[in-house]
């Protein structure tokens, strides 16, 4: 089993121990002029010919991407910071954080703003979320569908919470 660093790079004995940040750039420079690394990110992408397996596949990835802004608050006190689950969680938090902070919800369809913020919701994430990232701030703005969103072409309904907010899965 893996031991979380300290920020000094001594093992310790906290799984979310503060880790040292990736220094990797966060723009790139083209003929174009500056942009960030993550213009070209699915959540930003036009989404008026996606199927429900599309809306799918940008589930899974913000919900991977959400995983790494830590644990959810009802379930820190609930993990032991000696299991696998919380050492895996404690190298996935704060690896994202450039991707995060660059995230321009203006860019994105209402359809992927209300799918976050649904997320963030149900894994108890979204004050964590816009407290750390304030760009983020603007899903607890974010208004209802008009229709709803359909994650699967045959949906179980298996997911409660999601149900109710018109996200079938």
């Not at 002029?33 to 199927?51: E, F, K, N, P």
């Not at 703005?141 to 409660?160: A, I, K, N, S």
Request: with cysteine; proline share 7%.
């Amino acid at each position: 089993m893996g031991k979380a660093f300290s920020v000094l790079g001594a093992p310790s004995t906290d799984p979310f121990a503060e880790r040292p940040r990736c220094d990797a750039p966060t723009t790139t420079t083209t003929h174009r002029g500056a942009h960030t690394m993550h213009d070209d990110a699915l959540y930003y992408a036009d989404q008026s010919d996606w199927s429900p397996l599309d809306y799918q596949g940008l589930w899974r990835y913000l919900n991977r991407l959400f995983q790494t802004l830590g644990p959810a608050p009802s379930k820190t006190n609930a993990i032991d910071p000696a299991s696998l689950s919380a050492q895996i969680q404690a190298r996935r938090t704060g690896r994202r954080d450039d991707e995060l902070a660059a995230m321009d919800l203006n860019r994105m369809s209402h359809e992927t703003t209300y799918l976050m913020k649904h997320m963030l919701i149900r894994t108890g994430r979204l004050e964590m979320a816009t407290r750390r990232f304030p760009n983020l701030a603007g899903l607890h703005e974010v208004g209802e569908l008009e229709r709803p969103l359909y994650l699967d072409d045959q949906p179980t309904f298996v997911h409660d919470y999601y149900t109710r907010v018109g996200i079938y899965l």
